[in-house]
């Protein structure tokens, strides 16, 4: 079975310092890795996502996460918070046998971002 | 190109009743999956269709229920419903199967009194 883990339900930087979110994922199969943010009373957009292509994903919004396998993790990370940025993150797994979309997401870790 | 369409945004039901929720995928996007998201339990994935098919179940009971037409709209359907069954419902599409990338809703908030 497939998982991920989100370190940290809540993070909070200040405007303009080093934003990092981390996931860590549990595969038995090579995975499919996304990072998706939520607004308040929104749907998920896609941040980012990895695909085995590159290791360093750079995604929309100034993101990227790097793929390290010998640590099973998929952290997300941005040079300079903007208050923008304050929403909701989730890190998401897929590869599931089968060849279908079955996304198996983290708990979600909030962002927030103080002036 | 307009993005996935969910229908209602907002609905109250009363327990007992069922409810009927509808998602227009991207044109073009022939796989559609229903996800639930509650406080308690998070993103929980509900079911995966394509080509009217349905490819993937959560572990959910059978009162949840869903099909797909041949221009790819969803709709889920929830009977008996029980308090526990306010949520968030998401849906989402992608292109085809094969671990391509998910593109969701806004999402339909229902709420169960």
């Known amino acids: 079975a497939q998982s991920v883990t989100q370190l940290g339900s809540h993070v909070s930087v200040s405007e303009g310092a080093l934003v990092l979110l981390r996931c860590n994922y549990s595969s038995s199969v090579p995975p499919y890795l996304f990072w998706y943010v939520q607004y308040p009373n929104q749907g998920l957009q896609l941040l980012l996502k990895?695909?085995?292509?590159?290791?360093l994903v750079k995604g929309i919004n100034g993101f990227e996460a790097e793929f390290k396998k010998s640590e099973t993790s998929f952290h997300l990370t941005k040079p300079s918070a903007h208050m923008s940025d304050a929403a909701e993150y989730f890190c998401?797994?897929?590869?599931?046998?089968?060849?279908?979309?079955?996304?198996?997401f983290g708990t979600g870790t909030q962002l927030k971002v103080e002036l | 190109k307009a993005g996935v369409t969910q229908t209602p945004r907002y609905l109250i039901k009363t327990r007992g009743q069922q409810v009927t929720l509808s998602c227009s995928p991207i044109s073009g996007h022939r796989s559609v999956s229903w996800y639930q998201q509650t406080p308690g339990q998070g993103l929980q994935f509900l079911f995966e269709y394509f080509s009217e098919t349905q490819r993937n179940k959560g572990n959910f009971p059978g009162r949840f229920s869903g099909r797909q037409f041949s221009n790819s709209r969803s709709e889920m359907n929830v009977s008996t419903l029980e308090l526990g069954d306010s949520a968030l419902y998401l849906c989402?599409?992608?292109?085809?199967?094969?671990?391509?990338?998910?593109?969701f809703g806004q999402g339909t908030r229902l709420t169960v009194v």
């Open positions: 990895y695909t085995s292509a590159a290791t």
């Open positions: 989402a599409s992608s292109v085809s199967m094969g671990y391509t990338e998910a593109f």
């Open positions: 998401a797994v897929t590869g599931a046998t089968g060849g279908g979309n079955k996304l198996t």
